[in-house]
Nanobody
């Protein structure tokens, strides 16, 4: 059975950093692509970062370019999202999902429960 579980959320001050982890089970990272998404209160879920279907490219939403980095450890079956220079507008519930790749939520079939990230002074 396919599962993805997020961890690593928390509360930080503006300018701080967090690293989110997405642990995958029931499949390998060569079979499904992992993407990161977020949803702030009152807003739609949006793509943050993801690998391409081929796995040799990465995508970043414009608001996070240069601050967030997606990476993966195939041996551990974990995908990370390193978030630096966090801003209050990054506050959201962050989800990882397994699917076909890219930043569109409709490309993903298996979702985690989400982890809260709060950026506030």
């Amino acid at each position: 059975e396919v599962h993805v579980v997020e961890s690593g959320g928390g509360s930080v001050q503006p300018g701080g950093s967090l690293r989110l982890s997405c642990a995958a089970s029931g499949f390998t990272l060569n079979y499904y692509v992992i993407g990161w998404f977020r949803q702030a209160p009152g807003k739609e879920r949006e793509g943050v970062s993801a690998f391409s279907r081929s796995g040799d490219s990465t995508y970043y939403a414009d608001p996070v370019k240069g601050r967030f980095t997606i990476s993966r450890d195939n041996a551990k079956n974990i995908v990370y999202l390193q978030m630096n220079n966090l801003k209050p507008e990054d506050t959201a519930v962050y989800y990882c999902a397994a699917g076909r790749g890219g930043l569109g939520p409709y490309e993903y079939d298996f979702w985690g429960q989400g982890t809260q990230v709060t950026v506030s002074s």
